[in-house]
Every structure is written in C-alpha cells, then in structure tokens.
C-alpha cells in the first residue's frame, strides 16, 4: 500500500544544531506538507510544496527551510536548532491541490 | 488571515449519546471546511468535509453542517462508540478552490467517550 513515513519519530538535540527531518511518501503525490503542532495551537503550516524543485512559506517558517529534489521526498531543515521549536512536526502529501491531506504519523522533536 | 475557532476544547459524553464540536472563521471568502480526526500517537486523518455550496453533509454516524451566513460550522457524531475518542479538527480554507496551502485549522477538541 502507499504510504508517507517520517523520521526519526523521535528525536532529542541541542540548541543551535542543524536538524533534519525526513519525510518520504509513494503515492506520486505533487503536493506536500510541513506542520507543527503544539498545545494550544493547533496545527500550523511551516512550509509546503506544489513539485519538485516548488517550495512556499506557509504560517511559521522562520528558522525552517525545505528543499524539493524529487516526488517522493520533502524533507525539513532547522538550520540552528530553538527551545522554541520543541515540538511535534507531521508531513503530509495530497493529491491535488484542492484535495484531502494525508498525514504522516510525526516526529517528537525536543530542543535541550 | 483567516482566524478559526473551535469549542469546547474537551467533550465528554456517554457512550450511545451524541456529540457536536462548533467552528466558527473569521473570512467569509473560506469556502472549503474538512473535518480530521488524531488518534492517539498517529497523524489526523480527513473524516468528512464540506464545501460552500452545500449546507449538510452526511456519512453514517457523522454530519457536518455549515452556516456561511453565520460564519460557522459544527460536527456532529451520533450514537458515539469508544473508538471515537480522539482529537477533533476543523479547518477552513481561503485559497481558491480550497487550497491546503490556505487550510487554517482550529485548536482541536479532545472528544472521550465515556463507558
């Protein structure tokens, strides 16, 4: 069956690192993805992306970058990592632009 | 932007009886309004949606209603079983033709059905 998976699921680093999160999905999906959600605020978009080499600010993206090198993969930097952005991130991936999100099950990201 | 919001944040109810979690938004330009549901440990998933065109919609046990005039949405499960309990959202979006890059979503509603 086609999927999106995350990872890692969970994570723990120190401020100021560089952090990368994977997200990868088969359904040959154009659209893609990045929300973070915390208590109180639901889910906000970070970043997202229309195809390969496409990408958009959404809501929340300062101290966030995406790049877009082919289909299947969408994966999200934090340059220099924040207290801040302890939080948990889900990628999600649609068919058109217009139509229902899947979700990725998430990653736990904790800033120390 | 458009502002969403969603109440009560925690419902509790009786397994067999009904619930109803409300939205309201702030641009009367949103014209799409899904409804997706978290599980414990998992991602939301799409339930049920709605589009400006159509006041009511319905799939089984749950129904979305949609008043543009008042700017508000509501969604209701009925006949509630266990594996309802779960995190609610609602969103609205402004991008033309609903857009997920436009989807703003409300706060969430912790729904647990009680035994």
């Known amino acids: 069956d086609a999927e999106i998976t995350q990872s890692p699921r969970h994570k723990i680093t120190e401020t100021g690192r560089q952090v990368t999160l994977a997200c990868h999905q088969t359904?040959?999906?154009?659209?893609m993805f990045w929300y973070r959600q915390d208590l109180g605020h639901g889910l906000r978009l970070i970043h997202y992306?229309?195809?390969?080499?496409?990408?958009n600010k959404g809501e929340v993206s300062d101290g966030y970058s995406v790049s877009r090198s082919n289909t299947e993969d969408l994966p999200l930097t934090l340059e220099s990592a924040a207290s801040s952005q302890t939080s948990v991130y889900f990628c999600?991936?649609?068919?058109?632009?217009?139509?229902?999100?899947?979700f990725g099950e998430g990653s736990r990201l904790t800033v120390l | 932007g458009e502002n969403v919001e969603q109440h009560p944040s925690t419902l509790s109810v009786q397994e067999g009886d009904s619930a109803v979690i409300k939205c309201t938004y702030s641009?009367?330009?949103?014209?799409?309004f899904p409804w997706y549901k978290q599980e414990l440990g998992k991602g939301p998933q799409l339930i049920i949606d709605?589009?400006?065109?159509?006041g009511e919609k319905k799939d089984q046990r749950i129904a979305v209603t949609l008043n543009k005039t008042a700017k508000h949405f509501s969604l209701h499960i009925t006949e509630t079983q266990p594996e309802d309990s779960a995190v609610y959202f609602c969103?609205?979006?402004?991008?033309?033709?609903?857009?997920?890059?436009?989807?703003?979503f409300g706060k969430g509603t912790h729904l647990i059905i009680q035994p």
């Open positions: 999600a991936s649609s068919m058109t632009v217009t139509g229902e999100l899947f």
């Open positions: 359904w040959n999906h154009n659209n």
């Open positions: 992306s229309y195809g390969v080499h496409d990408t």
């Open positions: 641009d009367s330009a949103s014209n799409y």
């Open positions: 709605i589009r400006s065109n159509v």
């Open positions: 969103a609205a979006s402004i991008g033309s033709g609903g857009g997920a890059d436009g989807l703003t």
